[in-house]
């Protein structure tokens, strides 16, 4: 079977009768992500910084992967595009392990964010070469659409959300914090 590139079909249901040849439903999947790409494209707001709905699509990928939650998703997406704008790294960790193959039971290391990958967002500026995976509907409005914020940071709350922070410093704190739940959680 011909290689899939990663990002091109669009998570749904799919019904499909017995026998149907998997290149069918592969393509029903790509063409599928294609209109839903495109429509949600027209409806993108202005001064977003991606030249293309494929940039658009591979910062969905992102947003897919940093946001557990529906209620995060546009707020993710705000600080990742604000950071974009200011010229800044996304240092965005599943980029780092997409690039590496590092499973999420593991944590990441120091060596980890330093290595050289098209997809290692500690390393490279702007958005990696392709998507980090299939993202959905919620994430693709979100990066098309996001948030009107000024933040900069987040981490994770340790409850399924994030922790939002405009500065360096309160971000800091926001790790801090997340760290303290952390070992309370695996003593």
């Known amino acids: 079977y011909p290689m899939v590139d990663e990002g091109s079909l669009y998570p749904d249901t799919y019904f499909y009768t017995h026998a149907t040849a998997r290149v069918d439903v592969i393509s029903r999947m ?52 604000n950071r974009m704008k200011r010229g800044m790294r996304l240092q965005s960790d599943p980029t780092v392990r997409y690039g590496i193959d590092v499973e999420t039971d593991r944590p990441i290391s120091k060596a980890d964010l330093r ?6 967002t500690y390393v490279i500026t702007g ?18 659409n996001p948030a009107d914020s000024e933040f900069l940071y987040f981490v994770s709350d340790g409850k399924g959300g994030h922790l ?16 303290k739940l952390k070992r309370q959680k695996y003593r």
């Not at 939002?164 to 971000?171: I, N, V």
Request: hydrophobic share 45%.
């Open 127 to 144: 958005l990696p070469k392709t998507p980090i995976c299939n993202p959905g509907l919620n994430s693709l409005e979100a990066a098309l």
């Open 30 to 81: 790509q063409d599928k992500m294609q209109i839903i790409l495109a429509e949600a494209w027209a409806s993108r707001q202005a001064d977003l910084p991606y030249r293309t709905p494929y940039e658009a699509l591979i910062m969905a990928s992102i947003i897919e992967k940093e946001a557990a939650s529906e209620a995060d998703r546009r707020l993710v997406a705000a600080v990742l595009v």
């Open 164 to 179: 939002f922070a405009r500065s360096l410093d309160q971000h800091n704190i926001n790790v801090a914090r997340w760290r």
């Open 115 to 120: 290595r050289k990958t098209p997809w290692n």
